[in-house]
């Protein structure tokens, strides 16, 4: 090695008995919970033939798999090239982005399989899962690898496991409360997934303050061929944002609006984003940071809004506007919250995230508010709000109200979320870094570096 | 940095002002645009539900969205992964390929939506767009990004969304020339896309020639891993052309048909690249360019004659000889093309779209041709050529005949057109760069070297 | 040149004239053998809307094309990007990697349509094809690339075309034997892909057996970004993996199930991939070699059961054990056959094919004797099993009895048939490297270093 290291000397880095220890044992766990609880549902268990013919069903292309595997492929990717990969722009830190993500995401989707089944799925004493939990799993595991781009670099894998396990749990606290006990719309998860995720990241990654993190600012940048790795990710994200959007929504006219609307609005972003990424750089130059996240804001902030009739221009419109505001927040809001109020946001989600989120809630309930039966049609109407049973006298206005609320609960439950693991992540037996050996591979990882043969 | 660069003072290429303006205006001006004439079409209304009774279908799954959404996905992949990562070969313009593919193209597809809207979707005063349309638009950006590749390196953004703006324009009038005048097949694009897309990109790469770019010869090489990154773009664009070329054709066989077609030719293809890449060296070894580019040539010349009866065996004929031309075409007509013509074609898209998209215009006259009812069945021979109407009385001979006038047609526009195109992007105040600095991120990007830090 | 290179001088690698004849006079075979024998099955033919009707199919989403497409395009992804970028992780041979895996393949398919057409789709002397034949195919060449595996970097592309055409001959062979004689359920392959494929290949590296390979033990090793190349290769694996399992699966209850397992145990492969590679290291740090392949072998191993009524825990168990079979594979098994067996496998395809298939297959024949009426339904279990025809009389012990009968046939077969390969690949006349030129790309590749310019 070129330079002495001091991992393992100012903080125990040494992971060979924790981390094995927490995969094991929570493997176990997801075993033995699997085992008492989850079942395949109706759909893809052997029954189906009868099940086809209780269900009046005259072909097995109605089985729900054709009408959402292509979108739950799609999700699936975003997961874990998307954003494994879009954090891969550090120079030293791409086996941690794109490794670490992919651990957090193969045990979150587990955990969320049985925390959303519990609240979601629950028959009989089973959950009983479908296409639609697997994408659900995903969108869950989505709000954790926001928050793990906020403390990027700076945590143990131990430390996002535990993460993972306390996120997923509120994930689902959150979800149940919109979803049901407000019946809130919320088919692409501004408010669920983006604004939770990203107070819930931005609180625990204030928590985790380093103090002297500038002396690490070489590393927090990108090389040549790091910034292009990153651009596969932002890729996928910004070409499968429409099925993230409609994957979940109803059958027929709502998935296709979905993602249209997503579409357009993504679109509109990305020229917004150029204009302010060239504006507000006295060289007038591009830069790859907001290309790489801005880009993608119009797909965050029709996330509530993309299956109803927000219509093509009204998405435009949501995306102009976000291009923009996440531009303007790289430049000027992510080092405004670095030295003023200590947050380290390692790959600004509170410019991808947290606001666009926030706008997202917001443009959901504003066209909720707007819905007209004239504009739905009447049966169109009721199905697109599900104002039916308890909820069939709710108007318009009122579903607004509720979708504000559904905004509030999601930043107060990131917060409190947030402040809640991050004092339990502060604990000095996770093996994080030392401050000096942030944005760093090599302390947990094999590394061979690319001017050294491979076995010394 | 290592060595004093001239750019600004050859040429002015800031484009602190004038890249945000015209990025911003013409998003204003698709937002207005849109809000005047854009609405979903009736598949993806909230009216649905009242118009599936209408159309009398039973389940949603009827929805056009689940026979195209897969496909226009994998065509989104393409636009985007595909092209932008294929033209990241250059060793200092991974971030201009990418970069500016990304944003060209997410102006082009909403400037198509509305050309190719009001040429082929509108109604009452309104253009109503459904996932057949999102994929005819990012068709329609193919042609641009083809015609991108001629010019790649050599221009400004700004230059880039002035000839998308046009190219996009003229696409759509050849398309309706085509499709509804002359009422030609052309489901894969070979006329409409790749023979307009190519001849417009060439003539204008002809008109914007510069007399020393030889000086550039170093920075238009690749290096290793910028190969690699390319190969990301190769692979996504081959194993997703059964899609492209089935996109929009007609539901059920003529899709399914498509898909086989294109497999076959793509195959094929490889093989005679491999041979002929290493048969044309004398060491006798192949050359990433030929694998990365002429392996896709049989895709692009079974554009139009896929979704018809071509049969697999005919399919790999085709694909046969594009290899094999295409890769002819890297070694020996992109040198002369640009020694005597001055045309400077950086990605050789002359080997890649406009030979082989001529012998796709050719090979889709002749099976059109060669048509009978026998090989088609009745109700087949009429779906598949759509001799309804109008052109209830057309003969498969007098079909080949219109076939291949459109061939001539997208030729013709495709020069005038550029003709066109190329003097306006010649004027000087689009920022293009200078000579000296083509090929070269750091004109218009913020690049961090990899051999130095991320900040000084 | 930094230092003088010796190829051509040991061996003569000269590929001009070889590659080109194999290449050419193979591809005018195929083009030959399908003009005699290949046609486009019925749901593909221009006569599908008769067929429809005798098919008494109201719409044409009943097409298969709609059921089958998207995991189609899932598994050509694997195939082409998954398993081409996985083996890049060598430092100096990502061109060969990708390369050459294009080209196996792209040849492999072909010949894989003719081969399991004759065992499979014959009628009346045509081969007719279909989107499920083109997904066999892939699968067939998928066992191709397994064995390209543990040959990587020590082969030349001719040796590998030859490889290619007698694996796939055998493979079909196999594979009717597998399921039309023994009536073996095998949808995901771990026998006939990963078994055979694994045991073939082994065998094949076993009789190329190079004494002095240790002097390559630098270029054996990876770079920091191959080995993030290599990550695109394993999370498109990982990710694709549950279509791969299903896409052959009987339409509805099967294929949705066959997805949710996969899904399951690679999740939880992982997490025991993550432990053991942490455990088994002095230091405790991860490797990258265990996470980019030890995390698939959950995907393997629920090959043959998938489809069953495995359950989702069971999935996870099965995802467990080999995680850490695999991980301690690439830790003592793998040098441990190099230095006892003298079986050098390059990519240690041992530990994620050849172990986690037989699991699978073992797997499979429990799950499938422990099938019950009350478990699958009447019919879903006649329909499960195809328990019909001749085989109305089979119960689950004796399937079971069959299913590991199908096990020992795929190893022998893959033994017997790289003892009949290694030795014509052995011949001194295709063109394969000398022993200090393996790992190296620019044997067979025009290779431009990135510390030196383009053009000399």
Redesign the interface.
């Known amino acids: 090695m070129e330079r002495p290291r001091h991992q393992g000397m100012a903080k125990n880095t040494?992971?060979?008995?924790r981390?094995?220890?927490v995969?094991?044992l929570?493997?176990?766990a997801?075993?033995v919970l699997?085992?008492v609880f989850?079942?395949?549902g109706p759909?893809?268990?052997?029954?189906?033939?009868?099940e086809?013919q209780k269900m009046n069903l005259t072909?097995?292309?109605?089985?729900?798999?054709?009408?959402r595997?292509?979108?739950f492929?799609?999700v699936?990717?975003m997961i874990?090239?998307g954003f494994?990969?879009l954090m891969?722009f550090l120079?030293r830190y791409?086996?941690g982005a794109?490794?670490f993500n992919?651990?957090l995401a193969?045990?979150g989707?587990?955990w969320a399989?049985l925390m959303q089944g519990w609240f979601h799925s629950f028959k009989n004493g089973k959950i009983l899962?479908?296409?639609e939990n697997?994408i659900n799993a995903d969108f869950c595991v989505g709000s954790v690898c926001i928050a793990f781009g906020a403390i990027l670099g700076k945590t143990s894998?131990i430390q996002l496991l535990v993460m993972t396990l306390f996120q997923v749990t509120l994930f689902a606290v959150n979800e149940y409360i919109l979803l049901n006990l407000l019946h809130v719309k919320d088919a692409g998860g501004s408010m669920t997934i983006h604004t939770f995720g990203a107070y819930f990241g931005l609180t625990v990654t204030r928590i985790l303050y380093r103090p002297n993190l500038e002396q690490c600012?070489?590393k927090?940048?990108?090389?040549?061929?790091s910034?292009?790795?990153a651009?596969?990710g932002t890729?996928?994200l910004?070409?499968?944002w429409?099925?993230f959007n409609s994957a979940i929504s109803e059958?027929?006219?709502?998935?296709?609006?979905a993602?249209?609307?997503t579409?357009?609005s993504?679109?509109?972003?990305?020229?917004?984003t150029?204009?302010?990424s060239?504006?507000l750089?006295?060289?007038?130059?591009?830069?790859?940071v907001h290309?790489q996240n801005a880009?993608l804001a119009g797909g965050v902030a029709v996330g509530t809004s993309a299956e109803m009739?927000l219509?093509?221009?009204g998405s435009?419109?949501v995306g102009?506007i976000c291009g923009i505001v996440s531009t303007v927040g790289y430049v000027y809001l992510t080092p405004f919250l670095e030295s003023r109020l200590h947050i380290q946001d390692t790959c600004g989600i509170h410019n991808l995230h947290a606001i666009p989120g926030l706008i997202g809630g917001i443009v959901g309930a504003i066209t909720a508010a707007a819905a007209t039966e004239d504009?739905?049609?009447k049966?169109?109407?009721i199905?697109?709000f599900d104002f039916t049973g308890a909820y069939q006298t709710r108007t318009p206005s009122i579903q607004g109200g509720f979708q504000a609320a559904g905004i509030v609960v999601s930043v107060l439950m990131g917060f409190a979320g947030g402040a809640l693991v991050g004092p339990i992540l502060k604990l000095p037996v996770w093996g994080d870094p030392a401050t000096e050996n942030c944005f760093e591979d090599?302390v947990?990882?094999?590394?061979?570096?690319?001017d050294k043969?491979?076995?010394p």
Chains 1, 2, 3 share one sequence.
């Open positions: 040494y992971m060979r008995w981390l094995p220890l995969c094991l929570w493997e176990v997801m075993i699997f085992g989850v079942r395949v759909e893809a268990d052997a029954h189906w033939e009868e086809k072909s097995d292309i109605e089985n729900d798999f054709y009408f595997y292509p979108s492929q799609d699936h990717v874990f090239v494994g990969f891969t120079k791409g086996f794109v490794g992919f651990l193969a045990f989707i587990q399989l899962i479908g296409v697997l894998p600012k070489d927090q940048g990108s090389v040549y061929h910034d292009l790795f651009m596969i890729l996928y910004w070409i499968y429409p099925s059958h027929g006219d709502a998935q296709h609006r993602a249209i609307n579409y357009c993504l679109a509109a972003c990305v020229l917004t150029v204009a302010f060239s504006m750089q006295k060289k007038g130059k591009l830069d790859m290309i880009t009739m219509t093509p221009y435009l419109i102009f504009v739905y049609g049966e169109g109407f199905k697109a090599d947990y990882w094999e590394v061979r570096r690319p043969p491979a076995s």
